[in-house]
């Protein structure tokens, strides 16, 4: 993290006060006195402010409630973005989803934890509510268990889990996240997704209380509860 962020969060220092006093030479990182506002500071570091040891930020945790029509990204010339609805200020998403679905995104400042959710060797386990173009027939369950293969990809997807709500409303699970892997699924068996919603990441459910566009801080449960896969 930017010495400048860490010493705004790590006091009640907004950044431009913050960069002030680092430039004015008042702080020190592990015994030495820097005047750089921009130079990063480990989390383990030790940051001495007016001769006074600060204790260091805690990570940051949210879930948002994506709206239809906002990006996963940080910036973006044309779309609104996951950022201009969260302040960025260090944060990262943690697993994206596209512009045309909503749901559950996860964002946090760590690196570490969105790591253990999205690293493809851990196989979180994602679920997704789907609104398909037509009905399935009758062994699509038994075909999406079994793995489908994707245009381009070299093995079959891993097992996915579909429980049938109605005739075109679905919900999958998937232990794997490539790219717009729910609709080049159901595209690969001859269908089209007409709406898809993330219910699910891990054990972290989407808070029913959240309207499209809103957010909240994870309880500290939320956050060490998180395991991975099913
Ligand atoms: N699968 C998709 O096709 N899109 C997403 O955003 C997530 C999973």
Redesign the pocket.
Known sequence: MRLDRYLSRATALSRSQARRMIRAGRVSVDGDPVKQPAIPVAMQAEVVLDGELLAPPLPRYYMLNKPLGVVCATQDPSQRTVFDILRPDGLHIAG???ID?TGLVLVTDDGQWSHRITAPANHCAKT?RVGLAEPLPKDAAEQLRRGICLRHEAKPTRPAELEILSDRDMRLTLTE?KY?????MFAAIGNR?TS?H?ESIGTLVLDEGLSAGEYRPLWPDEVSVYRIGR
């Not at 717009?180 to 080049?184: D, F, G, L, M, T």
């Open positions: 994206r989803l596209d679905a997704y996240g717009h892997q729910v609709k080049r997704v898809l993330r």
